[in-house]
């Protein structure tokens, strides 16, 4: 890790952005490397350059904070700081899977707190990823799945998936495309992520000819591609529907070449 933190700044409102700025330019080791205003925005910046923490506001209209975390691409996927005026409950949460949590209104202290413990987490190669973390704290939140073990069974066309005691039966044909946290698989499929406890080489298994993998930790249908950009280094952009956009390394790009022509 470097020893400067490349931090991203997430929230709605104005003051509250200036509030953080303020407070995190007294840290010392921060960079600041961008301020967004919703969470779409912060799609574009984590694609666009590399970021090591990212505050993220909660509350934001569109695509909110959970949201953002959804949507994003494991191998961009920073360390996560939610902000949050939520109760004590969504509180217990974030606090036993995420980096950490600041619970509004907050103190230059607590940012401190925050910042010391995002930098033990990127020094920690044992520990969880930032999406890992982040993603666990959503199951634990929205009371989702119950990220239990076990493998889950061949289908030919539908990919069960455990959700406490309900199980979850998901047409392949639906699946958008699949993101790796740790042992843990999220299934985009529509407007809903699914957590799925699994590797990718035991799901790549039962996935059909249409989902290929273009990064070390996801995988896309191919079915589902609206379009593709080129961008430097060999990559490019993969954009899917509901404003997803996925990058392609460049170890990966023969997988996706007959789209590009």
Not at 53 to 80: E, H, S, T, W, Y
Not at 136 to 145: F, P, Q, R, S, T
Not at 217 to 223: D, Q
Request: hydrophobic share 45%.
């Amino acid at each position: 890790m470097n020893e400067v933190l490349k931090v991203l700044i997430v929230d709605d409102e104005p003051l509250a952005l200036e509030y953080m700025e303020h407070l995190l330019t007294a840290v010392e080791g921060i960079q600041i490397a961008g301020r967004c205003r919703s969470g779409r925005e912060a799609l574009v910046e984590l694609q666009r350059q590399p970021i090591d923490l990212m505050f993220l506001d909660i509350q934001m209209p569109g695509l909110n904070g959970l949201d953002v975390v959804k949507r994003c691409q494991n191998d961009v996927m920073p360390a996560v700081v939610f902000a949050t005026a939520y109760d004590e409950y969504a509180v217990r949460a974030f606090d036993a899977n995420a980096v950490d949590y600041l619970l509004k209104p907050f103190e230059g202290e607590r940012v401190l707190e925050a910042v010391a413990r995002a930098k033990d987490r990127l020094l920690s190669v044992a520990l969880q990823s930032g999406k890992e973390a982040a993603v666990a704290a959503i199951a634990g939140l929205e009371g989702g799945a119950e990220l239990l073990g076990g493998e889950v069974q061949e289908r030919p066309t539908r990919l069960p998936i455990k959700d406490g005691a309900h199980t979850h039966l998901v047409e392949l044909e639906s699946i958008e495309w699949i993101d790796a946290a740790g042992d843990y698989m999220c299934v985009h499929a529509g407007n809903q992520t699914y957590i799925l406890r699994s590797t990718m080489k035991e799901l790549e298994k039962k996935l059909s000819s249409e989902f290929v993998r273009i990064h070390r930790s996801t995988i896309v249908n191919l079915n589902k591609v609206r379009s593709v950009d080129a961008i430097p280094k060999g990559e490019c952009l993969l954009h899917l529907d509901n404003e997803v956009s996925l990058k392609v390394s460049r170890n990966y790009r023969s997988a996706v070449q007959d789209l590009m022509g």
